[in-house]
């Protein structure tokens, strides 16, 4: 029998987890990335198993058996019909009967493949498409796509979550470092340029990365102004080159030891070249979305099978055999998932989970005058001195971004006197990462 002050004290830890996890209790998004080894491309002479039809069957297992929510693919065809149509009516439909959509495609570089990014569009919106990097014709464009979650109550409460995923495939080679490292560098001074701090971003993509030590996957995960860090979610303070047994089940290349006739490169799972990271926000989970722990998994890796074939012994049991066999047969790198669990947010009661806690920040905003009024309260759950105030139209286009001291945003004033009639999203951000959003409507 519990004693009766055991009972209180397990009481009262219930009670605090439950309210530290409460607010992500909702749904929940998978993110998988896969390099598919020149899916679509044309017949070349010398790859004569590299036959598309084949290549929809392996997907459409593959696929079916994952269901991501946003899949992001490199090395695709060129066509934009083939990334906009053929993959979306061969494959996609399949999965879930237009329930696909596809992100804004481009080709400022010229390369002869692309990247792309499909959704469910029953999960998210899709708000607009922006290139960070198009100064390398090697490569196809790295773009970053801006989405918000359809949350069930949306058109009542008016209250959503946004998350944004930038598509990387940079250059291989051993002694092609230096200009992976310069296309990133790239990304970053866009970023750098177009925003304030990094919240609920996705950075994922094959960086044929050499290791950890690599100027590209360094840009990302150890940058001077840490507001623009990526996170990588299996780090394990190793370098993967080194340590392949450390890294065993996140080996992403080669599936297969010997060359096979589709041009995919040989040599057995060996390399860390597929990744997906992320940003703080949603490592800690500060702006309602989170990375789930420990769910980043390389679909088929067993962590048996250094520098060995996917389908040589031991038997790999990690999915079933007709995936395996898939897997081995669509590309010569495996996919990778992660799974983010979506939080609550309550923007039109002017109310947003800041920590684990009950405590809450409410901000009330009133346009008068053609000036926006801003008014918080609660607010010494800022805990930081300094805070961004952007404005931003429904589309993403950032109309201006003024820093400022959190002590000084109660009763700030922003001359609105040059907006249009419309409806645009008022953002503060906090040092810490911490933000709030609200949606505004202006009138003449």
């Known amino acids: 029998m519990i004693k009766p ?5 397990f009481g009262a830890l219930f009670i605090l987890v439950l309210s530290k996890y409460e607010v992500f209790a909702g749904d929940t998004l998978k993110i998988m990335h896969y390099n ?29 058996y994952e269901r991501p929510d946003v899949l992001g693919m490199v090395k695709l065809d060129s066509s934009m019909q083939f990334v906009g149509d053929t993959i979306i009516d061969k494959v996609l439909d399949s999965v879930c009967y237009h329930c696909y959509s596809h992100a804004t495609l481009t080709n400022h570089t010229g390369y002869n493949k692309l ?24 490569i196809s464009d790295i773009n970053l796509h801006k989405f918000y979650y359809k949350a069930p109550d949306l058109a009542t409460t008016h209250d959503t979550q946004f998350i944004n995923f930038i598509v990387i495939h940079l250059i291989s080679g051993k002694t092609n470092g230096t200009i992976r490292a310069n296309d990133i560098l790239g990304v970053v001074k866009y970023l750098y340029k177009n925003d304030t701090i990094l ?5 994922m993509g094959d960086f044929n990365s050499q290791s950890s030590t690599e100027g590209d996957y360094q840009y990302l995960t150890a940058p001077s102004d840490t507001n623009f860090r990526f996170y990588d979610p299996i780090y394990q303070n190793k370098d993967w080159k080194k340590n392949e ?12 030891i010997d060359t096979l006739n589709d041009c995919g490169s040989p040599g057995g799972l060996k390399d860390v070249y597929d990744h997906i990271l992320v940003t703080r926000s949603i490592m800690l989970g500060l702006d309602s979305i989170k990375y789930i722990p420990n769910s ?28 395996l066999n898939d897997l081995y047969l669509m590309s010569n790198h495996l996919p990778v998932t992660v799974q983010l669990v979506i939080g609550k947010r309550s923007i039109l009661n002017g109310i947003v989970s800041a920590t684990y806690s009950s405590k809450s ?3 009330h905003l009133s346009l008068s005058n053609q000036q926006l009024l801003i008014k918080l309260q609660n607010n010494d759950l800022l805990l930081d001195a300094n805070a961004v105030v952007e404005l931003w139209t429904v589309s993403g286009t950032k109309i201006f971004s003024v820093k400022t001291r959190i002590s000084e945003i109660n009763n700030y004033k922003l001359n609105s006197s040059t907006l249009k009639e419309g409806t645009y999203l008022l953002r503060i951000i906090s040092e810490r990462g911490i933000s709030k959003t609200i949606k505004v409507v202006t009138a003449p």
């Not at 990247?115 to 090697?138: E, M, P, Q, V």
């Not at 919240?199 to 950075?203: D, P, S, T």
């Not at 450390?246 to 297969?256: D, G, H, N, P, V």
């Not at 980043?296 to 995936?323: A, E, F």
């Open 5 to 9: 002050f055991l009972r209180y004290f």
């Open 36 to 64: 598919t080894l020149n899916y679509g491309v044309s017949l070349p002479k010398n790859c004569p198993g590299l036959l598309t039809f084949k290549k929809h069957n392996y997907l459409r297992d593959i696929l079916k």
């Open 115 to 138: 990247d792309a990014l499909f959704y469910r569009n029953d999960k998210l919106a899709f708000i607009s498409t922006a290139t960070t990097y198009a100064g390398d014709d090697s």
């Open 199 to 203: 919240n609920n971003y996705i950075a």
């Open 245 to 256: 047994l450390a890294y065993a089940k996140y080996l992403s290349q080669s599936t297969r």
């Open 296 to 323: 980043y998994t390389v679909v088929g890796q067993d962590g048996k099978h250094i520098n060995k074939s996917l389908i040589d012994t031991p038997l790999n049991t990690s999915v079933p055999p007709y995936i």
């Open 361 to 363: 920040i409410k901000t």
